[in-house]
T-cell receptor
Framework: ETGVTQSPTHLIKTRGQQVTLRCSSQSGHNTVSWYQQALGQGPQFIFQYYREEENGRGNFPPRFSGLQFPNYSSELNVNALELDDSALYLC???????????FGPGTRLTVL | SQQGEEDPQALSIQEGENATMNCSYK?????LQWYRQNSGRGLVHLILIRSNEREKHSGRLRVTLDTSKKSSSLLITASRAADTASYFC?????????????FGAGTRLTVKP
């Protein structure tokens, strides 16, 4: 059984650019959630994907979008990057329902 | 807001002492979970307590949940330097298979050797 993996580990972009972050879910998990964690804060829920469809969204603008693929891996896309988008982006996989989530190590995004 | 809020924001204790962290929230939940995070890395699940449970134990961890007060506590007994980390509570409300999990800002625990 493999754990949740994320790529890349670190990324530096400039304002206005676009970024794609990737996540491979733990074997058998069909639900993936994405979180943004600013420095010194708790993770903030961005959205969740279940069976390739968005299944819940937090308070993030439309320039945050995602995809889930048939193998349950997922992408987070952010367009028109802003300085405040600098954060640790975490992905977590789980079974649907109220089970624990398994987190990846995160992608540290810096926007200059 | 469903989001949990931890108290205190930071806690510093000596090795061997107990550490207690509290979490309060505002809405109904299906369960509440505690996670640990080391230095900006991924979160590690510690324990899950369902809304119909009042207390749960896992090794040196003890979690309580009071749904009437909308609060939970995490007790770490006989702390070790390796317990130094940030601890987050997360409230979960399940709607249409959507596992809506909301985190608080966390408690930063420092255990001095």
């Amino acid at each position: 059984e493999t754990g949740v993996t994320q790529s890349p580990t670190h990324l530096i972009k400039t304002r206005g650019q676009q970024v794609t972050l990737r996540c491979s879910s733990q074997s058998g998990h069909n639900t993936v959630s994405w979180y943004q964690q600013a420095l010194g804060q708790g993770p903030q829920f961005i959205f969740q994907y279940y069976r390739e469809e968005e299944n819940g969204r937090g308070n993030f603008p439309p320039r945050f979008s995602g995809l889930q693929f048939p193998n349950y891996s997922s992408e987070l896309n952010v367009n028109a990057l802003e300085l405040d988008d600098s954060a640790l982006y975490l992905c977590a996989s789980s079974f649907p329902g109220d089970n624990e989530q398994f987190f990846g190590p995160g992608t540290r995004l810096t926007v200059l | 807001s469903q989001q949990g809020e931890e108290d205190p924001q930071a806690l510093s204790i000596q090795e061997g002492e107990n550490a207690t962290m509290n979490c309060s929230y505002k809405t109904s939940i299906n369960n509440l979970q505690w996670y640990r995070q080391n230095s900006g890395r991924g979160l590690v699940h510690l324990i899950l307590i369902r809304s119909n449970e009042r207390e749960k134990h896992s090794g040196r961890l003890r979690v309580t949940l009071d749904t009437s007060k909308k609060s939970s506590s995490l007790l770490i007994t006989a702390s070790r330097a390796a317990d130094t980390a940030s601890y987050f509570c997360a409230t979960v409300l399940v709607l249409n298979n959507n596992n809506d999990m909301r985190f608080g800002a966390g408690t930063r625990l420092t255990v001095k050797p």
